[in-house]
């Protein structure tokens, strides 16, 4: 598995951050916990795209609307989402999961990511929501 190495400097003190495609997915993920919009768009370059059953999502500017309607539906701090698989190699991340909000209901959502050099390239999702 690849992994990039990320040295941040901290008060004297060295962090190292080994960026493998799984690490990536759950910075992410605890991005969209937190409802953390700049965090989350630092996982993505321009280029990046989100395919979902409602079309293609293309670049930063969109990417930051489709996560800005997600923040709506997933409230930080009384969200669920309950990891049932999780797959990664060296550049794809697959995952299944369930997420429960007081707003909406997922019982199943699959999610497939290309990750490169710490960024998501391409990712699909799917998912059946009902209201809570």
Avoid at 94 to 103: A, D, G
Wanted: hydrophobic share 45%; aromatic share 10%; charged share 20%.
């Amino acid at each position: 598995m690849s992994h990039i190495l990320v040295v941040v400097g901290l008060h004297n003190n060295i962090i190292i951050h080994c960026l493998n495609p799984e690490n990536v997915f759950n910075r992410h993920l605890e991005a969209l916990k937190k409802n953390d919009l700049d965090a989350l768009l630092s996982d993505y370059t321009d280029e990046s795209e989100i395919w979902t059953q409602d079309g293609a999502i293309i670049g930063l500017e969109a990417i930051s609307a489709f996560f800005s309607y997600a923040f709506s539906i997933f409230p930080k701090d009384t969200t669920s989402f309950d990891i049932k698989k999780l797959i990664a190699n060296d550049s794809k991340v697959y995952v299944v999961l369930s997420v429960n909000s007081p707003v909406v209901s997922i019982p199943f959502a699959t999610d497939s990511f290309e990750i490169k050099n710490g960024k998501i390239l391409w990712q699909s999702t799917a998912f059946q929501m009902a209201q809570s």
